[in-house]
């Protein structure tokens, strides 16, 4: 490894770090991918301000955490092969699609991965494998129960109980059949080239193959999407961004059906919870109440992306467009 390298401490099961992976792969950024395993460990937490990967280690001591800052600053040091759609607009929707990945699509895939047996043991097998690659079976096994027994009950945090499986499930549903209907047409969402959209959902739907539930689901019934997460492992330029107008008629229903309608709505009701220092909050959504502790996380990144549109300059026809799609009220609220 040359002494310009970047060191990117991730896991194959972890959707954030394998984003930045993929990033730096399109980016040819110099690094190397190293599995946070138990051996390391104690060298990951010298290094880590959060207990949290993905953990990039560059040049001159710097720490970086947190994917989409992490690539935002990447983006100024290697411009080339930028993931930002030209157009001021389309780059906005790239990432409102990203934080729509990060923030929503993490439910499903976190949702299925700990919610049936068959799922939480092969993850939870996977991730003793990965923290204990030479390890004998024994600790492997005890380490796997260890981690499915700490898992299951985390799934409080992304709000996945009875009360609201059935509209995290069908989310992943609209998402995958108007997804695929997208991908038909083109290689990725906004065109030739990869964007901060397929970035962030990919990295959530790449987790789904490795859960045998959403593995069998996508492969059945979309293959584009199969075709483009096997693409997006180490993507490639494969031509120019597409106009507004040819990528509008499938990646609109999208926009609206899962963002605007969904996504935003619990958006914008968390970051109340938070701003109000409530513990946890209920949002009507189409289809039902949806019940989950507020996340502080999320709220912030819910004014970032606030801040982002306010920074288009000229952006009457985006207004018109997340207006549309039942997306513009929510980005432009005042307190929250
Ligand atoms: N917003 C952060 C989220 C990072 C995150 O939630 N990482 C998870 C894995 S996907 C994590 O490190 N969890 C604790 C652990 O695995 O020890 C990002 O975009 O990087």
Known sequence: MSEKSYILYGSEYSPFSVKVRS???????????????????????????????????????????DSTPIMELMETRFPENSIRPD????????????????????K????????????????????????????DANAREQLAVQ????????????????????????????????????????PYIFGGRPS??????????????LQPTTKSLIIKKFPEIVSWIERMLDPKNMGEWEEWEHLAP??????????GNLYLPWSVANSKAVFEEASEFTVELPKGA?????VKYSARSHHALKDKLRKVGGRAKLEETLLKNNCLSALVAEAW
Not at 196 to 209: K, N, R, T, V
Not at 290 to 294: G, T
Request: charged share 25%.
């Open 147 to 186: 981690i499915r027994a700490r898992m299951v009950p985390r799934l409080r945090f992304v709000g996945s109980h009875e009360g609201t499986k059935e509209i995290i499930e069908s989310s992943l549903d609209t998402l995958l059949m108007l997804l695929e209907l997208h991908l038909k047409r083109r």
């Open 87 to 106: 157009d001021t607009e389309l780059s906005f929707l790239s990432f409102l699609l990203e934080d729509y990945g990060d923030e929503w699509v993490n």
């Open 108 to 135: 499903p895939m976190f949702h299925y991965r700990w919610w049936n047996d068959v799922d939480q043991i092969a993850v939870a097998d996977g991730l003793a494998q990965s923290a204990l690659p030479n390890g």
């Open 250 to 259: 499938t990646l609109e229903p999208l926009i609206k059906a899962e963002i």
């Open 290 to 294: 949806f019940n989950q502790q507020a």
């Open 23 to 65: 990033y730096f792969r399109y980016k040819n950024i110099p690094h190397e991918w190293r599995p946070r395993t138990h051996e390391n460990f104690a060298e990951f937490r010298a290094l880590a301000k959060l207990p949290l990967i993905p953990l990039v280690a560059g040049p001159k001591n710097e720490v970086l955490q």
């Open 196 to 209: 901060f959209a397929d970035f962030g959902i990919w990295g959530q739907l790449y987790s789904c193959m």
